[in-house]
């Protein structure tokens, strides 16, 4: 039987040091991205992707900010389904003609996501997710009065918005996802963890200024779908204790008692591993897949890890 996979890529999969940043760059780190994925497909598992967006999101609000006394501006909403659609019309580009030079006719496609979030989240009375570029005190000064931003100042570098990071409560398109991903095509959706909104007294939605971790709707969306395995593929091979340290030490495995009692020591922190660690726990609690299993890995030690050969594999107990 195939394997059901939500693979959770990371930034480091269309944005790269090595190649910058602009589109070109992107399409080059994409046919990269691209042809491990196939892999994926080629080893006969059914494939489900979601994608950071922090990058590009950053991008949209600074165009925003340079045309802002020429055209109307575009919400937080709006930059999360644009950059959706952007960036999944480049993996899948990539994917399909990756397919196409192992003489296969699978192709992917892309899904806009919504995704329902809790007005009342805790989230909302203490924004902390940084977006967007740093601004001097005076230019953020002005923001904070005129667009009522709220901003940190981070040490030596400047000013930043902050927006609220509410956790995932529902995927709207959750049943139109499901289908195709038990038909076995490959969907590109969640991207940047969805396109936050509420619901309203009167049963319809709204959109809501704040981000979703693309990491907990992953494992939202994997144990929606009845995944076997969510991957959250990195930059490392394998989740490091002492990181960066002379004591690091990799870890093969990882129960969710050892990876709770971790992030309480400050081992996982927030911006780093920690959102990710959360996440597998997080979908290991939700999954009622008696075999699931979650893996952090590198994107080039997928396969492998699906395997069992590298990667941090992170287990019930």
Known sequence: MPKKIVVALGGNAISSGKFGGDVPSQFAQSRITAVYIADLIDAGHHVLLTHGNGPQVGTVLRRVELSRDEVYPIDLGLCVADTQA??????????????????????????????????NDPAFENPSKPIGQYYDEETIRERVETDRWVVKEIPSKGFRRVVPSPKPQEILEIDLIHELFDEGRVIVCCGGGGIPCFQDPSGGYEGIEAVIDKDLTSALLASEVDA???????????????????????????????????????????GSMGPKVDACVDFLARSKNPGARAIITSIAGCLDALDGKTGTHVIRS
Do not use: H, W
């Open 86 to 119: 952007g960036m999944g019309y480049m993996i899948c580009q990539c994917i399909r003609n990756e397919m196409v030079t192992r003489s296969s006719d699978v192709t992917a496609t892309t899904l806009i996501t919504t995704v329902r979030v809790n007005p």
């Open 228 to 270: 076997d395995t969510l991957a959250i593929l990195t930059d490392v091979d394998k989740v490091c204790l002492n990181y960066g340290t002379p004591n690091e030490k990799q870890l093969d495995r990882l129960t969710v008692d050892e990876a709770r009692q971790y992030r309480e020591d400050g081992q996982f922190p927030e």
